[in-house]
């Protein structure tokens, strides 16, 4: 479902003669349907960068990512909005939305981009939200005013609305209650259960544990430190 080949990354930095900074080299991996696999390895060693170039925030200077089939180094930019909108999920650390949308608007919204009508996507999005322990009485409100925590709980539950067949996860688990984390692991293990692909940051070695199949250390794909 997830296939990355002979993957690399430079940045550029035109602030300091052009010099050229070579992050990851020749990174090769799959992920199959109802796999999680973990990234791993210290910090700095390219995991963040790397999910941001399977999601394509980043661009790539050499190989193939696969998303279900899709190149994403080589698709158009309307193929690339079309995977993320129904087969690429991405969970990040921090919510970025519209200012003044309400929380369930928020929520319920990747599931109106594909299609399901207001009353199912409201329903999924109350469930979520629900299970995640945000107030009712906060559902009206736009999560920009939320306390850290709580927005990060919406964030899980919008990215968990959809049920996507491949997901990235960038630290989920990171800051929540036992609780709250209790939730967090069973959706992601619910989402292995319908069949999902998934790649995920785990600094949290027992969710690690619990919900990865697999992991690949970054660092050996990362000249400075493969050295």
Not at 33 to 58: D, F, H, P, Q, W
Not at 62 to 67: D, H, L, P, Q, Y
Not at 88 to 112: D, H, I, K, N, W
Not at 116 to 138: F, G, M, Y
């Amino acid at each position: 479902m997830i296939e990355l080949k002979d993957v690399s990354k430079t940045f550029t930095l035109h602030n300091q003669g052009s010099a050229v900074i070579e992050v990851i080299n020749d990174v090769s991996l799959s992920v199959a349907k109802g796999e999680c696999v973990a990234l791993t390895g210290a910090s700095g060693a390219g995991k963040s960068t790397l999910m941001r170039m399977i999601y394509g925030n980043y661009l790539t200077q050499a190989g193939e990512i696969r998303i279900g089939g899709v190149d994403l180094v080589q698709a158009e930019p309307r193929e690339v909005i079309a995977l993320r909108r129904e087969v690429l999920g991405y969970v990040s650390q921090f919510l970025r939305v519209v200012p003044r949308v309400p929380t369930m608007e928020v929520v319920a919204e990747p599931m109106r981009a594909v299609g399901v009508s207001v009353k199912d996507a409201e329903a999924r999005a109350k469930k979520l939200l629900s299970q995640l322990n945000i107030p009712e009485r906060l559902w009206s409100l736009s999560p920009t005013t939320f306390s850290g925590g709580e927005q990060q709980r919406v964030n899980i539950a919008r990215g968990f609305a959809h049920e996507y067949p491949a997901m990235l996860l960038d630290e989920p688990t990171a800051s929540l209650d036992a609780a709250n984390r209790e939730v967090v692991l069973s959706l992601i293990e619910e989402a292995k259960a319908r069949g999902a692909a998934i790649i995920g940051i785990f600094h949290d070695e027992a969710a690690r544990d619990r919900v990865c199949d697999r992991e690949i250390d970054v660092s050996a794909f990362t000249p400075k430190m493969a050295a």
